[in-house]
């Protein structure tokens, strides 16, 4: 039940906006209470705002009754900013536009965009986006510029502060300010002559206060987020200038960002890096003002316990384990436009520290293989701390910055009070050049006592980060709710005066995120701790980061893997606790949908985890749990009888074939649709996609005679399923394409003996039915391996899906070779061919097993050799998964939702290499999809 005025904001929100864009369910609400701090907060109303107009509604109303409200970008944000136990405005999904102007030197972009998408569209011109955090390719442009968050290469000159050119805010009344717009700010002056007046007003004071002006401007010259940007009131006269600065790292805590244009950055082609390694930690900090007066892009310092968390990654230099524990290295990157630019730059930081010793040798290297390394090291840091940590515990970050003359003594200082206090496993990095440094850990929260030792940390820390070194609270991550008890101990009394006025210049009735930098309470960082209660060990070291939720499919229609794992932890916490019985149910029950139907399994979201979680994996484990033993057994039953449920399948698709040609598309739909409501959607939704049944393998053996010899594993899929009605220029379905291919390419095709009751057990394995998908996988490595002769044979698979989950699970033949259909079509197949008519232009889509064994390029050239023009569609996965296409249809549409725009309407071919993904992707474009196999066989004959 909402509390009375939340309910009426509810209501009148529900006027204009659709109901399941204001969320009020316990599932979600908690899943959306989630960002990366260890804090938790369950907002009362969630609410998915789509355009301007329905911000202003939201605030207006908020105002109306009296409702605080936070805004939300990717929620990755580690300083508990971004949550709120009020009114939660979500602006994402549809925030995702954006213009390049003036030769790509500027880029207006819309808060949901992801940074590394705006570097994606930047890339063709050399460009960038100046801030450059860790977090890139997960937090969004909303997020970046009110964290003004930043990393490794863009210091304090490239951040959001000192490269934004205009922006677009909506104040707390729904006033909407442009700076970019002259008659805007025109009526805005008018509309609101007190704020700027007080502006004004806050300059004249800071003006006139010597110390303070001066401690504004040297606080700034080092990476500082705690607070707000009160630098603006220094560098600028203009009060626009000023109020687009000041909205740079306000923490949503002034006014929503619409839009913000950036002045981008050059982006160097040309990389190299090395780790310079120095006896002790002063020696090394020694070199960094040498190295920031030489042309250097980054400086990362690592400590030896850094260096120790990845001495045995297989890449790792042996001398790695031996060397001395006084060690500390720099990993130094130089980046320019030429080679011989960068040779010139390498020469020169080399010159700039001659007169520091180093502990060893060093050498620039551009080798993809040891720069990556390098990176790896580093980056490597906080997963090599969270994968270690004791299950309940949560991976913490601190981020400090220190005057760089100070360094050495500052990191000895940090060491030591982590030392004192028992944090054993801490690694000290940084960003050395703006004396930013990182101290990652893992924390308990479980017992007072842990909190307490947390709170005497903070206690220490903020003491020797400003009584010893008068340095930064927070460099980068914002002040949040961790650091806001803090501030004005940071900045003194005068500073955190002006910050109470521009809070109260903006908000004078603290609606907007309330709680975050200005909060009365002393002890806010030590509430609302959020606990990570195990639930499976799949995924019980997910640190809530949200680095997977741009890779899933699912996420913003049901769930992410980030909240799927939240829902997990919070149903095993109900579950340990006896606490709420009546919560439990239904989050449970709403879980099924949310959570486990809708998952794809697909794995995607491991690729870009720090830490690997496939929580596609964890998922089917669920299924294998809630698996009944009546549903082992049909699953038993099936996998026996494979051979007949192949028939079955195409006697079933060519009869529903017949009905199509009678009936036509429109009515088969209307009835198959019916159909599947009267059944309650427990039977697959027909599509006019769905193809003819295909004809059953007779013959074991194709063309004998010749010496060049393949092996040949057609998918159970294939095998039943035949050519697609619309396929109006095939008259063959694959298998029978693919035998002809390879008899133009000169193999002799084996297949294995009894081929129609293979497969290669994903289909079992995908439902939680792992055992049975176990013995048909076993099955088939058996035949394979004899049909191969002992491995003497390449063996091909005609759906990578297939073969992904084949090279995933053989293991008892090291000599057997298995490939994916375009590894061997591109290695195998297309020496013997000669492509004689390449098409125009054709639409090719990796599916999510081709992106997990890293074959996209390598797709994309095989295509480019079949085609002038080959358009890369970048859907992640299309959400068919196997069956949960035909079962929950809305998934599928919902992952392919921006697949037609991303096709030419000239273009009318697609191709890829997974029958059941083809099926979703010709639902949902206007395009035929089908294996590559076709192409290929069709520009070479
Ligand atoms: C593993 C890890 C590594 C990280 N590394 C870095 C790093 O190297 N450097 C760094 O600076 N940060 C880092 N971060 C922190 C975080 O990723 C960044 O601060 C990021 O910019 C936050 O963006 P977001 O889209 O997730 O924003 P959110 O977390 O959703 O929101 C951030 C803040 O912006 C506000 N906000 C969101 N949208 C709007 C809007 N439209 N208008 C106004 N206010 C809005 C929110 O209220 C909140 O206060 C890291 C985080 C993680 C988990
Ligand atoms: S699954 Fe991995 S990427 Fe996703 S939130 Fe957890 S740790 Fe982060
Ligand atoms: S397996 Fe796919 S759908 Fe499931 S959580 Fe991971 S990315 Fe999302």
Redesign the pocket.
Known sequence: MLPANYQKLYNELTTKLEPKRVITNELELLTYGT??SFYRLVPKIVVLVHSEPEVVFVLQLSEKYDIPV?????????SG??ITDSVLLV?THNWKKYTISDNAKKIKLQ?GIIGGRANILLAPYSRKIGPD???IN???I???A??N???MCCGTSQNSYNTIDDIRIILYDGTILDTSDNDNKHEFSQKHPGIIKEIEQLKYDIKSNRTLHERIKNKFKIKNTTGYSINALVDFEDPFEIIKHLMIGS??TL???SDITYNTVIDEKFKSCTMMIFETIEMACEAVPFLKNSPVAAVELLDRDSIRSVENDPDAPSYFKTIPESVCFLLVECRADTIDELEAKQAQVRNSIVSIPTYKEFEFTSDPKQYNFNWKARKGL?PSVGGMRRTGTTCLIEDVAFPVSRLAEACIALKELFRKLDYTDAVLFGHALEGNLHLVFSQDFSSDSEVQRYARLMDELCDIVVNKFDGSLKA???TGRNMAPFVEKEWGEAAYEIMLRIKNIFDPRQLV?PG?IINPNPTIHLENLKALPATNEIVDKCME???CEPNCVSEGLTLSPRQRIVIAREISRLKATGESPELLTKLSKRAQYYSDETCATDGLCALVC?LNIDTGKYIKELRYQNASESDKKIAARIGRNMSMVTSAARFGLNSVGVFQSILGDSLMNGIATGVRKISGDTIPQWNKNMPRGASKITQLSVNEISERKVVYFPSCINRSMGKAKGYEKEDVALTQKTEELLKRAGFGIIYPTGINNLCCGMAFSSKGLKDEGARKSEELEDALYKASEQGKFPILFDMSPCFYTSHENFKKYGSMKIYDPIEFMSDFVMPHLTVKSPRKQVSIFPVCSVKKIGMEEKLLKLSKMCSDEVILVQSNCCGFAGDRGFLFPELNKYGLQDLENQIPAACNEGYSTSRTCEIGMNEHSHVTFKSIFYLIDEVTK
Do not use: K, W
Request: proline content about 7%; glycine content about 16%.
């Open positions: 960002d990366a936070t805004y939300r970008a990717a929620g990755t944000s580690l900013q971004a602006a808060p955090p860790a977090s997960a937090a969004m909303g997020g970046i009110a964290n968050a930043s990393g923490e949503g006014a929503f960002i906080l980068e991550h914002g995120n975050v980061c949200g680095f720090p």
